[in-house]
Every structure is written in structure tokens, then in C-alpha cells.
């Protein structure tokens, strides 16, 4: 627990961002809007949930002034939220509203108390490694660049045959994936595509980069965690085919052939807030069902 | 459903296996001693089963003469139940004491019904396909042999280094298999060992022989997928290495490393009692959890 | 050996197709015309060769009539020119211009000796099975379909999130893939896609339906070999995204969510030519290369 | 390139250990014999190489005094030479005298040049994770313990049936894992088994720990990379199972039921000699066949 709520006598400027597809989102504004005042929340919403603010309420937008940020939905939603502070480290409240996520902080009936121990600082503010990604033009110009919490992918598009992805770190090239594409993740992201793609799961406290190649058709291709302060640049090498990067699963954009996708660690990484009780492994036996019921085995 | 009950005036010769590690085998023994009477069972239990057998039970060996065979526990003792009978073609009633097995007709809550079923050959006689697997040695001689329902597995013993297996398909040879084992697997089989170390589900009525290697270090091995006529052959090439066989996870030997195994389709299936309800499909989503939790992903 | 020759006194009417991204391409054309006369052929080239074709050379369209087809390129020019005869049951010759195929018949230097063959019907016509796969909207209406030689594909297009499948076979459902996609592969196509997404390889003598889901979320789903009798049917869970077909890699379809991807065996296989002397798991050898270098252990 | 040689005026104490089963070993030692009186090395070798010494040459034991270690075989002789000098920080030369190893520093060619960069401390010793792992009765008694460059496995005995692994990492139970065993590797072991079965592919400058299952009956089980400070607890959860522990592949013991592996990272690493030129990358490029021949695609 830090408690870094002393110096903060002022209001809490608190930005919301949420997904409108879950049924309790309404009840969850409802408790928002009824808590602030007396928490000293000041509040911003994103235009999407622009019918649920009151006229005190201002809009939020990307240069909104921050103290933290409260997302509404499932980790998706959190991702959303990270892409919008950016660099700036303000911590994120996630409420989930659907199954456990493996980023948001709480679920809909902790509501309350969550929002008491924002206001009061009583949380961890857990520092989660950041990618920094830029598409690449062969004369070393970019054009793109993204902030990612979960994974960058470069990927074929939709019809595209067999691709070959050539991959340099720091600047060695280490081989060409026949691949459908190829996912740098934090470990963060290492328990979202780079996991159904057949790559480990990254305990977010070691600091590295893991590299993932999708349905790789060079059979001996294996997930690879390089350390955090690697680069990562990888290029299509058959130039005539589409190519397509996605950001955390959410943005993205095509490719032309003769660019690079560049990664590396973001300079600073993204604040994610935490209560004391669940854990990193708590959240892993639950999501993925460790322990439970999809086991082969018989007792006799 | 086949009616094969019609001839059967006299009584029904019923074999009894059991595993006394479930905690519902005294209840379901009453039962069954119960209904044995008016259902016309003339019952033969296996030895270990014998302090619930009253004076007319007859003690079950190898060459009973049986028309049906009940399997009481899980997978393993019906695997067990399946030695026993050999290539007989002895229909053989799965009573599952634990989860729902692969193999097993019912649970123990279905046992009045499925033995009335029984009784009158109302049911359906599923036939598996078997593998006869046989220990060579460089001769030609046939040392061993057994009969399996699931898999036959090559496996490097218990402090052996790394293996290196020569597999041949109808005498030509496929490669060399740097692995820590084989597995040779029917379809029955394919939901069991071989799922674990990365084979595919075959569904039983393709009949098929399934190869899986067992963390092979030959990283493009792949498990293969052969004709039920083929005969696969195994040998360790290091000479001086363990190496063991496993039969269906339950009986084995040591190898001799000059030994080869060789694996075929065994003459005769193995019957397994079905009645209407559950599917092949049905066990599956049940058992591996399809549909279910183990999903790491999110709403949004 | 089939010796189909005997009565064909008449010319042998041969369709040929062709990659022009071979640099030997040429030279190939130039020893097919010159052996043409004596051989007997009547030739029919399609227009992507038509600046190779004299004027005696007829223009090959979906229904020139044909004994037989030579397909100039790899495994995929084979299975352009598999869809080129369809149903129709023309031996395919296929001549590797790269690196040894899985489909192909020879080499380029084998030529000669393998038209000679074929004029003289000393080959084996090796019967592959094909799929029949249409996209069938929720009244049940056929709106488009293909034939397979390797595989069917139903994915996500490029920017869609998580997607799920619902996956029925013979109209039973056996769950829920949250999947990037799902290939459904014939026995040929097991070396292809699906191996790259985990599948197992088929020898091609096991007929059945390979089901492989493409990085798939949910964890515990494996791959499935079913009977070449069953029926598949997919269908996209989450309306709004968008989904693609794709039929051997090569062509394919945008998808409309209500509609189903339903796919069964082919009327009529495929009839690939074959000659002494490479057998299935040579190929297999040499193509992964099982036996050879790519293998993480030491001596000692 | 660490100049570590200035001080060292006095003799260079080299002890040497090496396997017999490669044919150049001979020669190998005759060069070191020829070489050493001119390079100023003090030589001691190991018991089964005594044959190869002369009167000067001391027996090396595990308590020798060392300023260097030689070991002439495969990445294997210098895991048991990493043993060998156990916590001591003395630098260990690799001559790989197989295929190019992972750990080896050069091979039989390079030797006199390797040998006068060892003398004159024209190197750099690099730093590589190692592991300390004890096998502790229920009472938090250890009974034994070994240090490990490589990986500790717990894996079940050779009849053994499905075994269930309880693991904790830091004293927090993370799950049960139905498999056939644990790996608990290094990053300089994740090229080893943990690779076969499954694990990524860590880079040695992450330090972390990774926890690998061995064909897991559990679908949903991952590899786990874990921070270098992790503790992580192993222990069967069916008593009467016969397990056993081995480390590195090389050593190791049967384990009581009851009893518990904890592993943590060792308090010194093993000092690698490594010379300009080949990398990390190079070595897996070549070890694994990236960018060479084991794909399965085809250029059309």
C-alpha cells in the first residue's frame, strides 16, 4: 500500500471511460455520480457516456488534467483507458463489469469500497511495462507510432497467402517466420493473443519483451522473451502482400510492404490500481481454469 | 440399439470388476446383488471383489465363460475390464463411480436402469478397435505381447538421458524421434495419453492408428495420423539406455534395448455398451471443458 | 501401376497449367512441345501461357475436354489446376518447379521420363479426397460453393477482435471456439494450414475431416479428426465482425455473419498422378525435416 | 572483453574434464599438452582422463584450486563441469567437440586460439543463472540439495500412473498439475527439455525462472516464466506414486512421497567463457534450423 493521498487535499480529478454493452452500467454511473461529492471526486467522462454526466460534469478528452482514471467494462475497456493517459502516469481503477479481467482492479459490488480507497489513496499503483511501436519507412522515417499495454501484431490480412516476417533484435536478424504473423507483447499481454498463439505466461514483474509467431508454418519457430531493453523490428519480406499491425487487439492500420514495424519499451509505463486480496495467480487460476475442471485424467 | 437378447432364455453370465477406491462401491454391490435375481444374472466377481459376494457368486478368472462384463469405477478399471475379457467379444457395462469417463456407459444413479437395459439387450454394443502390441527382439521372436484398448507407450526410463527412437510405418522407416517417448494410440486412446502430449482427438469410428511424440526434441515431429492396417515399429537406437513400455497406463515391462516394439491393429474390438443419451461430442465438451471456462478472453 | 493406356490410340488430350514466377518455366514449355508430337498429346494451355502455345495449342478453359492435366509450378499451382478439372476425374501430373511438394508428381528434371509415362499410362492415379463447402445463409439457401483438395477456412478479417465459432458436427453442437479461425482440412491438407495451427498430419489413406481451430482462446479445445462422412458446419457467433472464407489458401470470400460455412466430402476425389519411388513419408522427411537438423539436443 | 589477465603473472590453474565418446579427444589433449607450457597453465584433470596425463598433470577434485575450467565435449561435459567448481567463480571454456552447443565457447579448430585468449584473459565471462534446489521433508528439513545451470525436474517414475503436482511459487498455491512432470528450468535451460516440452525460448540476460509442465492432462496448463527472486514448491499429491528428481539431466534421486522440490535461484552464476563472434542469436539459428529447412511452405 502507498499511500500517496496526504498531499492531495484538492479534488481527485477523476476522468471514466466505460462500455456501453454492459447491463450495469447505468447502476454503476448511478453509484459514481452519488459518491463524488463527498469522496471530492471532480469528474470527466468520455463522450460516449456523455448522457449519463450532469451539468457539473466536463468532458473528457486526451488532455484532460488527470489525478486517475476509472474504466468501466473489461480489460478491453482498460486498454481503451491506458491509450488515452498515454505517457502520463495516472493510475487506472478498473471495474469490471463482466468476468474477471486479468487488468481491472475490481468488480461491480466492490464498487463502493474502491472508490473510498481511491479517494484515499489507499491503493498500490502497479507499474506495468508499456511497448512503444512505430511503422517504419525503409529510410528510417516513421510514420505511425503507438503506446500498447498488451501486444503489437503484424499480421497478413485477410486473404494474403504464406508470409515470411523477417525479425532483427537489436539489430541481428534471427530468421525469417513463415508465419501468419508475429506478436510483441509485455508480459501483460503475454495472458491475451500471445497466449492462444502458444506463448508463455509473463509473471508482469519480469520486465521483457515476448515475441509469438502465429500458426508458424517453419515448425521449429518457438515463442521468444528477450529482455525489456531489447528492439524488436520486423518486416514482411514478400512485398506485394497486405499487411495489417493491431494494437492491443484495438487499433490498428495497413501496412505498406517496404515499412518496418519497430518496437521497443515504452518510456514510461502504464499505473494499474491495486487492492490488497486478489493476486497475478489468483486471476490465472480463474481465468484459465488452473485447477479446476478441463483436465483429461480419471481417478482410476 | 441392437436387440441381441431375444436367444438369451437362460441366464445372463455377468462379470464383475471393480475398484475399491470409490467410496459408492458397497451401495452399488447391494444394488446389483439385489436386482441379480429377477434381471437372471449369474454373477462372477473378480477376486478382489470377493468379500461382497454371497456363496452363489462365482469367482471371476480370465476363462469364465461371461455374456457381459460390468466395469465398476472409472475408465481405468473398464481398461482393466477390457484385459480381462481379450479378444472374447464380451460387451462390457461401465458404471462411472467418478466424473464422467470416456468409456463408461453410465453413472451410478443410472445403475437400476442400465442393468434392467442390460438384461434385456436393450443397447447398443459399440465396437472399438484394439491394438495388439508385441515385444521383438532382433530375431524376429516374439517376447511379450498385449492387447490394448488405448495406447502402448515406448518410454524412456527413469533417469535416462535424452532417447533417440528409430520408427518405422510398414517397414519404411519415418525418422528419428528424439523424445522422451512414443505413444501408439487407438482412437479410443486419442483422449487420453496422447492428448496430453499434443495428439489430436480422433473420433472412434475413424479407425485409425494415432503416433504421438512425447516432448520430442526433434521440434517438427508432428503426431501422425495412420491407417488402421498399419504396423508401426519402435526401437530405441542408444543402446544402453531404460527404456519401458506402457500398456493403457496400467501394466508394463522393461525393454530390452535391442527389442523392438511392434504395434497393430489388434484382431478383434473391444465391445462397449451404449445407451441412448450421451454422445461421443457430449463427453468431450464435458470432460476437456469445451464451451466452458478455460477461455482467456474477455467481453471487451 | 494402371495400365489405363491400352485404349487410348487416339491422341491424349493434355490441359496445362503453369506459375510464371519459375525461371524454368521456359525450358519446361520448350521440352513439352518438343515431346508433344511423338507422344501423342493434344495440348491445351491456359491463357496465362498463351505466348508459349503455337498455334496448334489449344486454349484451356473449365471445360475443354481433357485426359489429363500437368500443372507446371508447386503444391499450389497443383491445386489451382484441381480446381480447373473439378468433379471431373483427370489425372493430375503435377511438375515441381521449387522444392520438393507434397502433391507433386517429379521434378524438372524427371520430365521427360514423366510425360513418356503418362503418354504410355504407366502411373498410378492416386485418389485424394476433396471437400464441398458452401456458404449457406439462415434459410438454409446455398449462396456460393467451392471445391477443396487441402482446406477450408472460415477466419476473422483483418481488424476484427475476438471472434467466436459455434462448431456443429451432424448437426450436433460440440462447442464454442473463440478462435482467430477454424480450418477444416481434408487428409492432403493436414501438411498445410492446419499443421501450422497444431494439427496432426493425416496419412492420406485415412479418409477424414481434419477440424483445427487457429489460435484458439480457449485453451483446452484440440484438434479433431473426424469420419469423411460427417457434415461441418460454422458459423460465426458475434454478428457484427467480419468474417472470411478462405479454399485452399488461394481463393475465397467475404462472409455474411448470419451465414454458415457448411462444409462435407466431395462427390468424387481428386486423381494425382504418381510414379515409383516417392512414397508419402519420404516427402514428409524431407519437407519437415523429420531426421535432420532441427533438433535441440547433444551427444553428451 | 573483460582484461582479467594482468594480475595474473603466476600460473594459470586449468583444470580439465572431458567425455570419451568423441573421437577427437586425443588430439585434442595432445594440442592442450602442447600447448601449456608456453601459455603458462597449470594443469589438472579429471580421474577418467588420467591416462592423458603426464607426471606434471594433478587430479582434479572438487576442491581443486582453479583459476579456469576446460571442458572438452558437448553442452552435457560442461554442465557436469559447472557442477564441478559449484559456487566458485571460475570461468568454465566450453570446447564443443559435436554439433555447435548452446553453452560451448568455440569448437575443435578454435581451440589454440581459444587457449592463448584464455591465457592472456582476452574473454568475457558471462554471467549465467543458476539454481539451487533441495528436496525438504513436510518438517522443512532438507535432505538433499544440487545446484543446477540447466533445469530441475520432478517427474513421475516410470510404471507411475497420472501424477498430480501441487505447486506453489512463493508460497502461494498456483494449481494442480496433472502431468507427467515439472521442469523448473533456467533461461540458459529453456533451449533444453523445458523446450521440448513446450516452454519459450528465454534469452539468458532475463533472468527469471520458468516452470514448464510435461504433457499436462490438465489442457489449460502454460509455461510460466517467473521472476529470478521466485520460489517455486513442487510436490505429488497422490503419496504412493514413485517420483523422481533429476537436475540437468545428469544427476539425481528418488523422492518421498511426502517430500517437497524447492527451487530458487542460486547465490552465484556459473562464468561462461564467451569470445567475440558467435551470439546467442546464431547459436539458436543453428541449433533450432530457424531460417533453414524444417517449413512446411511452398513459393506456389
Redesign the interface.
Known sequence: MTPVGEERKAALRLGVVG?R??ADLPAIMRTLLDLSPQLGFELAFEPELADFAPDAVARLTDDTPLDALLTL?????LLRGARLVGERQVPILGVNL??L?FLTSCGPNELDDALRRLAAGDYYAEPRMALHASAVDPGGTERLHWRSLNDVVL?K???A??VRFDVW?DG?P???Y???GVVIST?TG????S?????????P??E?I?VTP??????????????AS?EVRVRGRDGPEEL?V?VD??V?TNFASAESLVVRRAQRPVLVVRFPGT?F?AR??H??????????????
Chains 1, 2, 3, 4 share one sequence.
Open positions: 462500455h454493452g454492459y467494462g473489461g480489460d478491453g475497456t463482466g468476468r479481467g499480421h490480412g485477410g486473404f497467402r504464406v533484435i541481428e534471427i530468421g525469417a513463415g508465419a501468419d508480459p503475454s495472458t491475451a493473443y497466449l492462444s498463439a502458444g506463448g508463455p505466461v509473463v509473471v514483474t519480469v521483457s515476448v502465429v500458426s508458424p508454418h517453419t515448425l521449429a519457430i518457438r515463442p521468444l522473451v528477450l529482455p531489447a495489417l493491431t487487439g484495438q490498428g493476486t495467480f490465472l487460476r481465468k484459465l481454469g488452473w485447477g479446476g475442471l478441463a483436465d483429461r485424467d480419471e481417478v482410476a
